[in-house]
Nanobody, 111 residues
Framework: QVQLVESGGGLVQAGGSLRVSCAASVSIVSYNFMGWYRQSPGKQRELVASISRGGSNYADSVKGRFTISRDNAKNTVSLQMDNLKPEDTAVYYC??????WGKGVLVTVSS
């Protein structure tokens, strides 16, 4: 059974930085797509950033501020979030291969 465990969430002031990480219980080498989604109250879950063999992609709202990376040797994917804004407040979810989901980690950005 594949498990994804997110870590690194928390409370940060606007303009600050956080790094969230996701550890997989299986080798991620064979999975092309890995992504970070987020969901805030009353809103649909949205794709924030993804990484595959073709490169990385970002939602317009986070371009230039967020950076996704993956470490196939450690079976992890991370999201570095800089210049955070209050509207970035959400539960962030890791996704593996468009199939498996983590339970999410809360990121709160105060103004």
């Amino acid at each position: 059974q594949v498990q994804l465990v997110e870590s690194g969430g928390g409370l940060v002031q606007a303009g600050g930085s956080l790094r969230v990480s996701c550890a997989a219980s299986v080798s991620i080498v064979s999975y092309n797509f890995m992504g970070w989604y987020r969901q805030s109250p009353g809103k649909q879950r949205e794709l924030v950033a993804s990484i595959s063999r073709g490169g990385s992609n970002y939602a317009d709202s986070v371009k230039g501020r967020f950076t996704i990376s993956r470490d196939n040797a450690k079976n992890t994917v991370s999201l570095q979030m800089d210049n955070l804004k209050p509207e970035d407040t959400a539960v962030y979810y890791c996704n593996l291969g468009n199939v498996f989901w983590g339970k999410g980690v809360l990121v709160t950005v105060s103004s």
